[in-house]
């Protein structure tokens, strides 16, 4: 009974350095959301993706960062050049899609920390 | 106005209390709401949707009420693992995949 999967859970970067993050939604599942959480904060709507399509990036900074959902194989959020203001929790969130069912489920998350 | 508001507590209760929390949202095209709860340093687990009519599951009873735009969550006989922070969240307008989540409520249940 897997369900949304995200790795790595923790990773650190240097200022410059790139970093990806990768989502494996739950079974059965074709759209993925990803969401930043910054300390002391609420989560925030970054991208949502299908299969091969790019939804919604309406709440992702429109430099730096990039995301995919190819064919096969999982989500990836990738953050190049990252500078301090980028560490976070990086949540990623599965849904069934369809009408009618907007509830989403989360992973354990990806804590990215800049020095 | 912030989009999705909550008090942020934390609100500290005896085993056994009767705990209430609440929201107010400002999009009022919203059409899903929910209650997450998200343990430190967790992920948010989605604990339940809540319906116009008010719906309960065991001893969480959520209301919507949507001319007041305001949501709320009871628990009842609280136990210590209730202790989290109780998310509210909001779609971002009708048929909306896009949640907007309140900072949330911290709750400590203490023995």
């Known amino acids: 009974n897997a369900g949304v999967m995200q790795n790595p859970r923790h990773l650190v970067r240097r200022r410059g350095q790139e970093a990806r993050l990768r989502c494996s939604p739950m079974k059965g599942h074709s759209h993925v959301y990803w969401y930043r959480q910054l300390p002391e904060e609420g989560l925030k709507f970054m991208v949502y993706l299908q299969k091969e399509n790019i939804i919604d990036e309406s709440g992702m900074p429109k430099e730096r960062f990039s995301a995919e959902f190819p064919k096969e194989g999982p989500s990836i959020l990738r953050i190049q050049q990252v500078v301090r203001g980028d560490s976070a929790a990086y949540f990623c969130a599965s849904s069934p899609g369809g009408q009618g069912s907007n509830e989403q489920f989360f992973g354990p998350g990806t804590r990215l920390t800049v020095l | 106005r912030k989009e999705v508001e909550q008090d942020p507590g934390p609100f500290n209760v005896p085993e056994g209390a009767t705990v209430a929390f609440n929201c107010t949202y400002s999009?009022?095209?919203?059409?899903?709401f929910f209650w997450y709860r998200q343990d430190c340093r967790k992920e948010p687990k989605l604990l339940m949707s809540v319906y116009s009519s008010g719906n309960e599951d065991g001893r969480f009873t959520a209301q919507l009420n949507r001319a007041s735009q305001y949501i709320s969550l009871l628990i009842r006989d609280s136990k210590l693992s209730d202790s989290a922070t109780y998310l509210c969240?909001?779609?971002?307008?009708?048929?909306?995949?896009?949640?907007?989540f309140g900072k949330g409520t911290k709750l400590s249940v203490i023995p």
């Open positions: 969240v909001v779609d971002s307008g009708a048929g909306s995949y896009q949640l907007t």
């Open positions: 999009n009022s095209a919203s059409q899903s």
